[in-house]
Structure formats: C-alpha cells, structure tokens
C-alpha cells in the first residue's frame, strides 16, 4: 500500500534524551516535510527536503535537524529535546518538489519531553 | 509575514444546511491554496485547491485575491462531512502555512 510512515507513533522521553523520530514512503516521492501541530496553531513547518541531499528550513527549525540520504527516508532529530517540543508531528510527502502537488501525510508521533 | 486566519475553530450545522468555512490568507507573492481534511481516525488528506478548479465531495472553493480569502463552500451539508478543516497556503516554491483548523460538526 502506498503510505507514509512514521516511527514511533507515540513516545515520552525526558529533557536532553536525544531521539530520532523516523519517517519514510514508499511512493518515490521527491519532496518531503515535517510538521508540528499544537492546540489553536495548525500545522508548522519545521524542515523539508526536496531530494536526496537538498533540506531547507521551515517556519520552526529551532531544536531539529533532518537528513535525506535516501530518497525514502527523512527522519526529525531531536539532540536536545526540551519540553516546548511536546507536540504532535506529521511527516508529509509529495511526488514533486514546489507547492502545486499534493501532499500525503504520516499518522502522526505524539512527542512528550518530561 | 505570510499568514492563514481561520476564524471559526467550531462549526455546527443541520444536515441540508449550507456549509461555508472561511480562511482567510496573507501573502504577497502568487499564492498556492489548498483545503485539506482529516476525517476521526484518519490522515490528513487533500480536499481540493485553487488551481485544480474542481468540485470534492460537494465542496468548491474559490479564490478571491481582493479579499485574499479562499472560503470552502457546500451547500447541502452531509453528517459524513463532518471533520477537522485546515486551509494551507503554499509559498516560495517549497512551503507551506497551515491555518488552525476549523472542526465542522454536521447534524442529523
């Protein structure tokens, strides 16, 4: 079935506990994204990646980092969590690169940093 | 800055109702827009946008550049449409602006 995935799908951890939230898709999809969504504030984007080797900031970079070294991969690092990253997360993918193509989203991780 | 304002966060209708979701966007460039919706236990997933010009499930959007609004419509409102609404604009080639969602409760 052609879907995103994301791992794990609910996690508590605590400040400083570096952790990997990972995310792939099996659709060939050049352009991927993630996303934080937290009460009253929809969905933020905090990195995408239009290729393999090509990521670029979104509107919250601050705490994460991200790698594509595959073209079906693009996991959310966390070094440092802190608790102002509790939040829900959503990978997101598009066959394209540029905003005119649909996406398809992940199921979401629910992050708790104690 | 760019910017989506969804001003509703709740709306209730009767089934057979007409049905307007309103958002609201700010940018100055040429906009991308998109409704998107997530259904109880499901995925966020692709309703409809601007340049597609199509009709989803009774809904029709229509974007007005001088209002910058970019309303979702139906006019007879179903039970099954009832659900999470998030108006998004896409900007600058690769980014996207989601609004805070708009949770559509029809009726029966």
């Known amino acids: 079935e052609a879907q995103v995935t994301q791992n794990p799908r609910y996690l508590i951890t605590v400040t400083g506990k570096k952790l990997t939230v990972t995310c792939s898709q099996n659709?060939?999809?050049?352009?991927m994204s993630w996303y934080r969504q937290d009460p009253g504030l929809g969905l933020r984007q905090i990195y995408y990646s239009m290729n393999v080797e090509v990521t670029d900031k979104g509107d919250v970079p601050e705490g994460y980092k991200v790698s594509r070294k595959e073209k079906r991969n693009f996991p959310l690092i966390l070094e440092s969590p802190s608790p102002n990253q509790t939040s829900l997360y959503f990978c997101a993918s598009s066959l394209f690169a540029g905003v005119t193509d649909t996406q398809y989203f992940g199921p979401g991780t629910r992050l708790t940093v104690l | 800055a760019q910017r989506v304002t969804q001003p509703e966060k709740l709306l209730s209708v009767f089934k057979g109702a007409p049905v307007e979701l309103k958002c609201n966007y700010s940018?100055?460039?040429?906009?991308?827009l998109f409704w998107y919706v997530q259904y109880s236990r499901q995925r966020l997933q692709l309703l409809l946008r601007?340049?597609s010009r199509e009709s989803i499930k009774g809904f029709t959007a229509d974007l007005n550049k001088g209002e910058t609004s970019f309303h979702l419509k139906k006019p007879f409102a179903q039970e099954e449409d009832s659900a999470m609404y998030y108006c998004a604009l896409g900007y600058n080639f690769n980014k996207f602006y989601f609004g805070s969602g708009t949770k559509l409760n029809v009726k029966p």
């Open positions: 659709m060939n999809h050049e352009y």
């Open positions: 940018y100055s460039g040429s906009p991308e």
């Open positions: 601007h340049i």
